[in-house]
């Protein structure tokens, strides 16, 4: 069904634009219109800053194909969770700092002309954690890319479950696991891209599963945090666990891809993975 609210809004029209940012990785000062430019990579060090959800979608995306699905869905405080501050207040917060009602936007859409579908979280919006919401949107997008025959791609970007909704979150690592499942057996191929961070309840449930797995550079990519990892098992940890790179060279990661070449390279990979699939047909009916 076509949105007629999105649960998201541009964030650039919210406040006046800062006009620097410093590389972490290079400690460059770099020009936010050429940073922007250049899909949020440090052009001098190559270091792959964080991408909203918004701009994610429009890089990856051909031009105006996003239909978004289920923007109303929002968090509610099953447990009248209090930290700092109540639950309902975090997620007020997040919403009007990041423009999204919670950290993760699905929908359909297509990339150069296959319809897919596709799911994208945002890091931004409480440190892109799972609750009932992000859960539900996942397997709301597995059971869309199953009904349709179309291929689902997602994008994470996560600290792991929200411990605000508790058990409730958790159990959204069983509900996603099992909407995969229906998608693998149908034989609908399924992508899945880890941004920096992909750890916790998301890396443990859907984004390890797809039938390809990619990688960012250097992203942080794991379950638990190295100082609990070298915690347990009482040793220090080899150099760079837990990136990409050494995930790809234990067989976790599949590829790793630079994000200026990630939209030819997804294009590639559902082409390979089925070939004879008529999405070519599906994207001209829109
Ligand atoms: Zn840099």
Known sequence: ??????????????YPEKMWTRCPSCEEQLFNKQLEKAMNVCPSC???????????????????????????????????????????????AA?????????????????E????????MDFGFMGGSMG????????????????????LVIVSA?????????TLALMQLVKTMAALERLRAARVPYV?????????????????MGDVNLAEPNALIGFAGARVGAGTIGQELPPGFQRSE??????????????????????QVLRFLAPTQPWGKEAARG
């Open 132 to 151: 009932a919401v992000v859960g539900e949107k996942v397997a709301r997008a597995a059971e869309g890319a199953l009904e349709e025959g179309i291929p």
């Open 46 to 92: 190559g270091h792959h800053f964080r991408l909203s959800a918004t701009m994610r979608l429009s890089q990856l995306l051909d031009d105006g194909s996003f239909v978004e699905r289920d923007p109303g869905l929002v968090s509610v405080d099953p447990l009248g969770f209090v930290d700092q501050k109540p639950y309902p207040d975090r997620v007020a």
């Open 158 to 166: 996560s600290g792991g479950a929200r411990m605000q909704e508790g």
């Open 246 to 267: 050494f995930l790809y060279r234990h067989g976790f990661v599949d590829r790793i891809v630079q994000r200026a070449d990630l939209r030819q390279e997804l294009a």
């Open 95 to 111: 919403q009007l700092a990041t423009g999204l009602r919670d950290a993760a936007v699905w929908g359909t859409g297509r990339i």
């Open 113 to 120: 002309g296959m319809r897919i579908a596709i799911l994208v």
């Open 192 to 208: 899945s891209v880890m941004s920096d961070p992909t750890t916790g309840g998301v890396f443990a449930s859907y984004a390890a």
């Open 1 to 14: 069904m076509p949105m007629k609210f999105p649960s998201f809004r541009s964030r650039r029209e919210d």
